[in-house]
């Protein structure tokens, strides 16, 4: 994946900020997966995780505000699934989300921008499942062919258009304050969709629809 690979390597030349504002916004695609999940099985806290994520747009937007992000990644911990638990294909993205989101937090805490990117991988790696997942009633022989199946599906073009998107979106932003938050959730909400193509919910707690991207 070409493309995937220059926009990771476009991420990589943003200063910190830059790339852990990516991350926060990838995250609020990625939110209601865990949301959903949580609704249907009656596991887990996706207030805390609404949360979680609210305190690292704050660090990201208020100088010298006081976080104790350890204390929240051992909370994060608590509620994370475990995949042998469910029987259900939404655990995976549950865990995706709330794995990338303690990778958000380890990158604040040890101000490693490689935690904010891969955070960006983590939320690829979700869209590539779902269409590994939907490919198993298609006879597929060998893993080259899957792996063209992934690169060539709609989904996957849409979860890198909008990396490549928000790249330039953030390129400009400095520093990255609240204006600037409130420029990034504007255009999660102007995309409508979460990274897996369900129509983002009405609120935080409201569970999302299934839709597909345009």
């Not at 990838?26 to 609404?50: C, H, I, T």
């Not at 747009?57 to 475990?82: Q, S």
């Not at 040890?110 to 590994?132: H, M, W, Y």
């Not at 998107?165 to 979460?194: D, F, N, S, Y």
Request: glycine fraction near 2%; aromatic fraction near 6%.
């Amino acid at each position: 994946m070409k493309q995937k690979a220059n926009n990771f390597q476009l991420m990589r030349e943003l200063s910190l900020h830059q790339q852990a504002a990516i991350a926060a916004t990838l995250m609020e695609r990625m939110l209601p997966n865990y949301q959903l999940f949580a609704e249907v099985s009656q596991f887990g806290d996706s207030k805390l995780l609404r949360n979680i994520l609210d305190l690292c747009w704050e660090w990201l937007t208020v100088k010298k505000v006081k976080i104790n992000f350890e204390r929240l990644a051992e909370e994060l911990e608590l509620v994370t699934p475990e995949v042998s638990q469910f029987d259900m294909f939404g655990v995976y993205p549950a865990v995706d989300c709330a794995t990338a989101l303690d990778m958000m937090l380890n990158g604040i805490c040890q101000q490693d921008p490689a935690e904010f990117i891969n955070v960006a991988k983590i939320s690829q790696a979700t869209v590539a499942r779902l269409i590994e997942y939907e490919a198993e009633d298609i006879d597929v022989t060998t893993e080259a062919e899957l792996k063209k199946i992934v690169r060539d599906h709609p989904l996957m073009h849409y979860e890198m258009d909008c990396l490549a998107e928000l790249i330039e979106l953030v390129r400009p932003m400095h520093p990255v304050g609240r204006e600037q938050m409130q420029q990034l959730k504007a255009w999660v909400k102007e995309q409508g969709l979460t990274n897996l193509a369900m129509e983002l919910p009405l609120n935080a707690t409201a569970a999302p629809s299934a839709a597909q991207p345009d």
